[in-house]
């Protein structure tokens, strides 16, 4: 009796005696380089392709063990992984938990908890594709370049239109610029605003009856001493201390 | 007379920097130099000269903002060598988020990030935006009114394409993607 060969390698439940033609394991199978992926999703589907597994009926715990052998061996090697990462891998622990837990006869019609991901993952893998083919797609200053005229004798006398938005982002560098020229002064509060309010209860107090709004105001305190005395206006009415009512055309401040 | 006006749109083209549709061609040619014609000549022109320069090293293509003059892809090889400073890479990260904006317009920011799994980076929104290849089209009426973006006619203009239905097609586009088309060109007729 003809003994029969050993499997080589048994992919979903099939045996297979002889390698693929096209079979080819590069001599750094194992090493990864996080450059070559944009992403978890990216590393997943590069996985899954390795694996020959299909995304559509994605078996959780080997994809997982891989995923997370790959991280700790890139953690290993000191490589800053993005948080992104992390979040898949928690998403992965997340659903292979879920599997593993005894399904509610009731609920019958519960989403696989893998559908969510393998349908992020196709749509990631139509979007890489797309942008592979554009990749190729003949493009201005690499397959073909466009006629350029420039006018190097003549004046220019059209101006483009400059948009709102270009001038404020021309703005916004000056002011940058300026600021790096600036040193930084930590300067006094002059007049604050909880003196303020102490010294408008005391003359409110001491004057005993409503008093003109703009008696309140010392003009010698400036423009500063203005706003900080109209804070403390406010922020007296806003406690109900104070009530502030129009009498012949002066409003008139009081206490309550 | 016909070869005048054939002359001088060949001319017009060549100097302008930006493709010029025949509508503007027909503007520049009224209102501009005072030569009345009809959409009808100026397309019989622009049809003469892309017949004629066919084959050429030089052809007048039609592109989504208008007509232009470029090289030939054939020679894309040769003219790389020659201004190799100046051809502009596209990082695989920066592509691929190219691509989910023209195939998935109108999109927000974190839609983008969802579909890439991965964060970001305002380096590559910025560099797109400056590039004009995408831009913010409106904001979405939910909290915080994210911005969404589209893609422009100089991104279609760059890869040579004269509309959105002209990419390739790898899967559906979007169904808001034409109506975004259309708000594109309102706004430039506009």
Same mark, same amino acid.
């Given at each position: ?19 693929? $033609? ?26 899954? /392709? ?36 992390? *979040? ?14 005894? /399904? ?44 350029? *005229?420039?006018?190097?004798? *003549? ?6 239109? *400059?948009?709102? $938005?270009?001038? =404020? ?26 003196? /303020? ?16 709004? $703009?008696?309140?105001?010392? =003009? ?6 203005? =706003? ?14 104070? $009530? ?13 | 007379?016909?070869?005048?006006? +054939? ?8 100097? %302008? ?6 509508q503007k061609l027909k503007q520049l040619l009224s209102e501009n130099i005072g030569i009345a014609v009809s959409s009808q000549q100026i397309k019989l022109a622009i049809n003469q000269l892309v ?15 208008? !007509? ?14 020659? %201004?190799?400073?100046?051809?502009? +890479? ?32 305002? !380096? ?45 097609? @790898? ?6 993607? @034409? ?12």
């Amino acid at each position: 009796m003809e003994q029969q060969d050993l499997p080589l390698a048994i992919v979903r439940g099939e045996n297979y005696t002889e390698k693929p $033609n096209d079979l080819y394991i590069p001599e750094d199978a194992l090493e990864i380089h996080l450059d070559a992926f944009e992403g978890p999703l990216d590393l997943l589907l590069y996985l899954i /392709k390795k694996q020959k597994f299909d995304i559509a009926d994605l078996p959780i715990a080997p994809i997982s063990i891989q995923y997370f052998r790959y991280i700790e061996q890139l953690e290993q090697q000191d490589i800053d992984l993005s948080s992104d990462y992390l *979040v898949m891998a928690a998403t992965l622990a997340h659903i292979k938990s879920r599997l593993l837990l005894p /399904k509610p006869a009731i609920e019958e019609d519960e989403e696989d908890p893998r559908a969510e991901l393998v349908r992020r993952l196709q749509e990631y893998q139509r979007i890489k594709h797309a942008s592979e083919v554009m990749e190729s797609l003949p493009r201005e200053e690499r397959d073909f370049f466009v006629s350029a *005229v420039i006018n190097e004798h *003549v004046e220019p006398r059209a101006f483009e239109e *400059v948009s709102l $938005n270009e001038l =404020v982002v021309a703005f916004q560098k000056i002011l940058k610029k300026q600021a790096a020229f600036e040193h930084h002064h930590i300067q006094r509060e002059a007049i604050a605003t909880h003196d /303020k309010i102490e010294y408008l209860l005391l003359i409110l107090t001491n004057e005993n009856k409503p008093m003109p709004l $703009n008696e309140l105001f010392n =003009v010698e305190e400036g423009r500063q001493g203005a =706003v900080v005395t109209f804070l403390a206006v406010l922020e007296l009415l806003k406690l109900q201390k104070i $009530n502030c009512l129009e009498y012949n055309g002066i409003l008139e401040v009081s206490l309550i | 007379m016909s070869e005048h006006i +054939k002359g001088l749109v060949e001319a017009i083209l060549f100097s %302008h920097s930006q493709p010029l549709s025949s509508q503007k061609l027909k503007q520049l040619l009224s209102e501009n130099i005072g030569i009345a014609v009809s959409s009808q000549q100026i397309k019989l022109a622009i049809n003469q000269l892309v017949n004629d320069y066919d084959g050429r090293g030089v052809n007048l293509i039609s592109v989504a903002n208008g !007509y232009r003059f470029q090289t030939a892809n054939r020679f894309k090889d040769e003219l790389t060598s020659l %201004h190799q400073e100046k051809s502009t +890479k596209i990082s695989p990260a920066m592509m691929e988020t190219l691509a989910t904006i023209a195939y998935k317009q109108p999109i927000t920011r974190s839609e983008i990030e969802e579909i890439r799994g991965v964060a970001l980076s305002s !380096y590559i929104i910025k560099t797109l935006s400056e590039r004009q290849w995408i831009k913010v089209i409106g904001h979405r009426e939910v909290p915080g009114r994210p911005a969404i973006y589209g893609t422009t006619k100089i991104f279609l203009s760059y890869f040579g394409l004269q509309s959105l239905k002209q990419l390739p097609e @790898v899967m559906p586009i979007s169904h808001s993607t @034409v109506e975004v088309e259309d708000i594109n060109i309102k706004e430039t007729e506009a």
